[in-house]
């Protein structure tokens, strides 16, 4: 079992970057591929990216090519997702998961973190 805790969130001004934090316990995280994913207020949540267990390898989708950096230090347990030239419409609730089963299917997720950018 792991417990995933999201970090870092807050309220922005266009422009601005965030870095948010995913946190593990339970488990050794490095066992673990970890994606993130965002929920729009009214909209279906969406996947962002994901970071590889085995060879630290990143994969983003479109919006967040060279925007988004997701990177994790497996001595601390933590997954990071680095955001930079938010935008009003990265506003939503951040979740990050661990152990992919499937495509952008994962077993264990986060309680999310709300990012809000105002412009």
Known sequence: QVQLVESGGGLVQAGDSLRLSCAASG?????????WFRQAPGKEREFVGDINRSDGATYYVDFAKGRFAISRDNA?????????SLKPEDTAVYYCAADRTGL????YWGQGTQVTVSS
């Open 27 to 35: 488990r050794t995280f490095s066992d673990y591929s970890v994606g």
């Open 104 to 107: 952008n299917t994962y077993r």
């Open 76 to 84: 601390k347990n933590t997954v990071y997702l680095q955001m930079n």
